[in-house]
T-cell receptor, first 111, second 110 residues
Framework: DAGVTQSPTHLIKTRGQHVTLRCSPI?????VSWYQQVLGQGPQFIFQ???????GRGNFPDRFSARQFPNYSSELNVNALLLGDSALYLC??????????FGPGTRLTVT | RKEVEQDPGPFNVPEGATVAFNCTYS??????FFWYRQDCRKEPKLLMS???SGNEDGRFTAQLNRASQYISLLIRDSKLSDSATYLC???????????FGGGTRLMVKP
């Protein structure tokens, strides 16, 4: 079975632009969570979606938004990019609760 | 105070050594606990869940002390391939929001 997949793997954007990151969960998993990991720190929770509804939101500005599709895949959107948004963006797949399994991440660089 | 705190290390140990990592968490309502392993520039991978009674998986043993809000990971007979960052993770809410510690870096040397 395929694990969690994310695209793209790397992305370079300039300040002020927007970005869309994509994630496909493990087959049978209905929950997707997004995390941001800045170099040298642990991942920080951004969003959780289950059955297309937002179930949790971390302490991130409104520039960050997400959605989940009927096939349980998900998109994370970030508007008006700042230099500080440069990070590894991780998607995690799970059943409604319990152990989460991470995709390889999208490495975003904002210049 | 951070919600999940870990000693960042690095812990430099020789092959075959036993090494222990500790972690404290601040939310007494926390429900689930995990150790993840993360290699350089890779995604975190689930190493093991941590149960109240303690649990073991091969060379790895995890312990949870709810009264002290303390989690530990013991690695016996360290291998070169154990070199990584170990992340202590807590699920504090009824949903599935994971709170990560900053990670402890382990370097196993020949």
């Amino acid at each position: 079975d395929a694990g969690v997949t994310q695209s793209p793997t790397h992305l370079i954007k300039t300040r002020g632009q927007h970005v869309t990151l994509r994630c496909s969960p493990i087959s049978g998993h209905k929950s997707v969570s997004w995390y941001q990991q800045v170099l040298g720190q642990g991942p920080q929770f951004i969003f959780q979606y289950y059955e297309k509804e937002e179930r949790g939101r971390g302490n991130f500005p409104d520039r960050f938004s997400a959605r989940q599709f009927p096939n349980y895949s998900s998109e994370l959107n970030v508007n008006a990019l700042l230099l500080g948004d440069s990070a590894l963006y991780l998607c995690a797949s799970s059943l409604i609760a319990g152990e989460q399994y991470f995709g390889p991440g999208t490495r975003l660089t904002v210049t | 105070r951070k919600e999940v705190e870990q000693d960042p290390g690095p812990f430099n140990v020789p092959e075959g050594a036993t090494v222990a990592f500790n972690c404290t968490y601040s939310n007494s309502a926390s429900q689930s606990f995990f150790w993840y392993r993360q290699d350089c520039r890779k995604e975190p991978k689930l190493l093991m869940s941590v149960y109240s009674s303690g649990n073991e998986d091969g060379r790895f043993t995890a312990q949870l002390n709810r009264a002290s809000q303390y989690i530990s990971l013991l690695i016996r007979d360290s291998k070169l391939s154990d070199s990584a960052t170990y992340l202590c993770v807590v699920n504090s809410d009824a949903g599935n929001m994971l709170t990560f510690g900053g990670g402890t870096r382990l370097m196993v040397k020949p």
